[in-house]
């Protein structure tokens, strides 16, 4: 694997523990999404990571199934249930190239589609309506631009042209994504590296047409 690749750096922010996106719990805005009856029926939980996101909606009984590019991602992921005691799926995938059998009710993306540029977002929209059956609602959590923070952040216009012809975007609204400050984020974040916070980002749900 070339060491600058995209896969092969996301396999060294898990092997050594430096993806601050990881916080031992999931996000809050899942959370509420859960609490308010937005998460419904089979779930995928695109871009799973450790899989917080799995394990906390399996524990509640949701037919989920989380899964990532990162081999050592779904690795940590499957010891993480282990660990918690709750029987989660995972599975190595590509987002890109999603199953065409549209079995999912809800998919969840916390955290991935802001890394995709032009063409890959394209590709990725496309797996994702191909994966969905109609009705189904797409909940997209992204790192905003709109204030300091930290990894790739998109402005609402990028959510809001991606899903076209074939989606409808019922609602996009700001909210935040909760992790670990990095060393090269500190000065712009006034805030120790290591820290846990909240930045700004945006939440959309699209339903499949």
Avoid: K
């Avoid at 719990?25 to 999404?33: G, I, N, S």
Wanted: aromatic share 8%; proline share 5%.
């Amino acid at each position: 694997m070339d060491a600058t690749s995209p896969l092969a750096r996301f396999e060294n922010a898990y092997e050594s523990g430096t993806a601050p996106w990881i916080i031992g719990e999931p996000q809050p805005a899942v959370v509420e999404l859960e609490q308010t009856g937005l998460i419904r029926g089979s779930v995928l939980d695109v871009g799973c990571g450790t899989g917080e996101h799995t394990i906390y909606l399996a524990r509640l009984g949701y037919d989920v199934l989380g899964i990532d590019f990162s081999a050592s991602a779904v690795r940590l992921a499957r010891a993480n249930a282990a660990a918690h005691g709750v029987a989660a799926r995972f599975e190595v995938a590509d987002a890109q190239r999603l199953p065409t059998e549209p079995t999912y009710e809800t998919v969840l993306d916390s955290a991935l589609f802001h890394i995709f540029d032009d063409a890959d977002r394209a590709r990725y929209v496309r797996s994702l309506h191909g994966a969905c059956q109609p009705g189904t609602l797409v909940h997209v959590l992204a790192l905003s631009d709109i204030n300091p923070g930290f990894g790739p952040r998109i402005s609402d216009t990028v959510i809001r042209n991606a899903f076209g012809a074939g989606w409808v975007l019922e609602q996009l609204r700001e909210s935040t994504y909760r992790g670990v400050v990095p060393e090269e984020a500190s000065a712009e974040l006034n805030l120790p590296a290591g820290t846990v916070t909240d930045v700004a980002a945006w939440l959309a749900r699209i339903r499949r047409r």
